[in-house]
């Protein structure tokens, strides 16, 4: 089956790899079909998932931020016990929002922080700024702009670092990727230094499914959204409205999967990468994955990556887990 053909008047420089440009050409040249969902985060992409957080199918955002508002100062003796001062660096922040219950309660409980946010949306660290200075003034935030994979804060030598990764990020990650991230993670931690990780637990299979396919249709656009940002940034002609999002959930693997579905056979052209691609009716691009998780495989994981696995903070009404990883 013929699917990536040269478009005929172009060429382009082969792109550098880990930018959007090379991720797009060799996920769109690759069957099947699959886009990395760390794209979907531009300035729409993050305002999106702000309002899927609010959605009333989408569990973990309120069960993760009950759990931290819960268990802030066992969290606080766990992940950084003793009175060092604490560099609280939180790997893809987001809007950070459930974190400022957490900094506040720590501050409450008279810990010394500094708050380091780092994504790779510089839109997302600009609107979490402004809103940390209004609402913890006396919160010192660093932002850092970069990606998780590559950049981390020089630690300092009188901080304990402890790491947060939370709204079940790993989970995105495939397997190899998770171990390659949390060994990363490792490495760069110190001995009493921490990682906190929030994931989720596998349940119900119509509770996992319905937070990935919400009849309001703003997963479904924020799926969407992904193809308009290759327009802009790639000179696609995708028409996003020739596709359609598609979720699943696999109990067995314990895998959430989000897919774009082309509606009919046609091509679609990029100017920036000088390619077309072919698509036929009813073909996927897969954009993302979210694996559920057990104790059991998240205690080999974290040990296998060289962390000790310390306290385990469980919401069993919709299973989900806040986990402190002790680099010793
Ligand atoms: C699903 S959101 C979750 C935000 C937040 N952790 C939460 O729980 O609400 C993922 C965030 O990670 C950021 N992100 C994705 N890939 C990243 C990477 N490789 N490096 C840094 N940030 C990344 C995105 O920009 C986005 O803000």
């Not at 090379?22 to 069957?31: I, P």
């Not at 998770?178 to 060994?183: E, N, S």
Request: one cysteine or more.
């Amino acid at each position: 089956m013929h699917r990536v053909r040269e478009a005929p008047a172009q060429s382009a420089p082969a792109p550098l790899p880990g930018t959007l440009a090379h991720d797009a050409l060799t996920g769109l040249s690759a069957q099947p079909k699959r886009l990395p969902s760390k794209y979907f985060y531009d300035t729409r992409g993050s305002r999106l998932f702000e309002q899927i957080m609010r959605l009333p199918g989408y569990y973990p955002t309120r069960v993760e931020a009950a759990l931290l508002r819960t268990h802030a100062e066992a969290l606080l003796a766990e992940a950084a016990p003793g009175d060092a001062p604490i560099e609280l660096l939180e790997l893809g922040c987001g809007d950070g929002s459930k974190t400022l219950t957490l900094c506040r309660a720590w501050l409450k409980a008279g810990a010394t922080l500094v708050y380091r946010p780092m994504d790779i949306s510089p839109q997302a660290l600009d609107r979490l700024g402004a809103r940390m200075a209004r609402q913890l003034p006396l919160l010192p935030v660093r932002p850092l702009c970069g990606d998780y994979f590559q950049t981390w804060p020089i630690p300092q030598a009188h901080r304990r670092q402890v790491a947060l990764f939370l709204g079940s990020n790993l989970g995105n990650f495939t397997d190899a990727e998770a171990h390659r991230f949390l060994r990363r993670v490792r490495v760069h931690l110190r001995p009493g230094d921490s990682l906190v990780l929030g994931l989720d637990l596998r349940k119900d299979p119509h509770t996992v499914l319905a937070a990935y396919d919400d009849p309001e249709g703003v997963t479904a656009a924020f799926n969407l959204n992904l193809l308009t940002r290759l327009n802009r940034e790639l000179g696609m002609d995708f028409v996003p409205d020739a596709f359609r999002h598609y979720a699943s959930y696999c109990p067995l693997q314990g895998v959430a999967r989000s897919y774009l579905v082309s509606q009919a056979q046609q091509t679609v052209h990029s100017r920036v990468l000088g390619r077309a691609f072919d698509f036929l009716a009813g073909e996927v691009i897969h954009t993302e994955q979210s694996q559920k998780y057990e104790r059991a495989g998240v205690q080999a994981m974290v040990e296998a990556c060289g962390f000790a696995m310390g306290a385990w903070f469980e919401d069993r009404a919709l299973p989900y887990a806040l986990v402190v990883c002790r680099a010793e």
